[in-house]
């Protein structure tokens, strides 16, 4: 896998082609449904949304047609020392 590190501190790494089209194109319409705003731990168990903290977040969970995405790029990342 080629890569390019744009940062080290946070590491930042530019992957081209990670994903295809169609993997892309799927998993941008399947994280619409679930994007929210970040939330910052409070005294609610489900966190609180602050208006210091700006960014959005989806998570998948255990969507199974996003597992072989997951599968087939995390075990390439792995195979990678940077």
Known sequence: M???????DPLILFIPEFVSAEEAA????A?????ERSKVVCNDPDGCI???????????GLDPNAEPIRQ???LGSRSQDV
């Open 72 to 74: 087939v790029h995390v």
């Open 2 to 8: 080629n890569f390019e590190v744009l940062h080290r």
């Open 31 to 35: 994280g619409d449904r679930f994007m």
């Open 26 to 29: 799927y998993l941008i319409a």
């Open 50 to 60: 602050d208006a210091r903290r700006t960014s959005e977040s989806a998570h998948l």
